[in-house]
């Protein structure tokens, strides 16, 4: 059974950081409907005021943080030492686990195009050891099909493997389709799957996807993506629905208001960072 568009979400102009313009289309109020993906941030923008401002250092936990540019540049820095920089076409994946603070800074380029993911941990994780990985362009496979190709920026594709969280399976491409080109692919009956329309417009089993836009997949065992008139770009996110409590506020994402209250308490207490991070790169 091919899989079919269940929910449609365009998302609002908002600022956030220091004055970073974006574009939120996925937040609390659809947390459970795209389960386990609790936030999409989307970038596009050629005017590097609205940007440069970027994210002063911030605290998180009990998520993971996945920024992917395909165009632009973001430095990351951490308050455990780590600093790194990813520039087109790679991904910034950051495990907060029991508690991190880190900085964003967004310096100006031709063009700031991306998206930025807060992927939930399931309760067992919410209190793993934190890391930080850089996944590098020469990381990332480019798999070609007729019409495109797939950049496989994390989980498995096919036959082939790229970089892989170790907390909660993610398949994370990167889908390039020529113009009325058609992208078919076998998926897995119980799996959570989302896309988003970075560039251009698609069609789902007859329904057209406008630009920026996320959407929530029925169930089925394959999904058809028919390109329209233009070149466009597709994220596709599959994981595992979680179906745990959700309590949110802010920065830190747990499962209940006392573990909620926890993590603020510690913040002021200054116990918040509870162990080095893995670092990898």
């Given at each position: 059974m091919n899989r079919k568009v269940e929910i449609t979400r365009t998302g609002r102009r908002t600022v956030d950081g220091a004055g970073v313009n974006l574009v939120r289309v996925?937040?609390?109020?659809?947390?459970?409907?795209?389960?386990?993906?609790?936030?999409?941030?989307?970038?596009?923008?050629?005017?590097?005021?609205?940007y440069i401002a970027g994210f002063p250092?911030?605290?998180?936990?009990?998520?993971?943080?996945?920024?992917?540019?395909?165009?632009?540049k973001m430095k990351h820095?951490?308050?455990?030492?780590?600093e790194d920089t990813i520039t087109d076409g790679e991904v910034q994946w950051m495990n907060s686990g029991s508690g991190?603070?880190?900085a964003e800074e967004l310096p100006a380029t031709d063009r700031m195009l991306g998206v930025q993911l807060w992927l939930n941990l399931p309760?067992?994780?919410k209190l793993s050891s934190p890391y930080y990985y850089k996944v590098s362009k020469s990381?990332?496979?480019?798999?070609?099909?007729?019409?495109?190709?797939?950049?496989?920026?994390?989980?498995?594709y096919d036959n082939h493997k790229g970089f892989s969280g170790e907390n909660l399976p993610l398949d994370y491409y990167d889908i390039h389709l020529a113009p009325n080109a058609t992208f078919t692919i076998d998926t897995k009956q119980d799996s959570s799957i989302m896309l988003f329309t970075l560039i251009g417009e698609i069609n789902i089993e007859g329904e057209k996807i406008s630009e920026k836009t996320a959407v929530k997949l029925g169930e089925g065992d394959k999904l058809v993506i028919n390109n329209r008139d233009r070149d466009?770009?597709?994220?596709?996110?599959?994981?595992?629905?979680?179906g745990e409590p959700i309590a949110w506020a802010g920065p830190i994402v747990m499962n209940?208001?006392?573990?909620l209250k926890e993590a603020f308490d510690d913040l002021d207490r200054g116990t918040f960072i509870k162990e080095k991070m893995n670092y990898g790169n």
């Open positions: 996925l937040g609390d109020d659809t947390a459970e409907e795209f389960d386990p993906i609790l936030m999409l941030d989307s970038f596009d923008s050629m005017d590097p005021s609205e250092l911030h605290p998180h936990r009990g998520i993971e943080t996945i920024s992917y540019l395909s165009k632009g820095k951490d308050s455990i030492g780590n991190i603070t880190h309760r067992a994780e990381d990332i496979e480019e798999i070609p099909f007729d019409g495109g190709f797939v950049r496989l920026l994390a989980g498995s466009s770009q597709v994220l596709f996110i599959s994981s595992k629905k979680l209940t208001k006392e573990e």
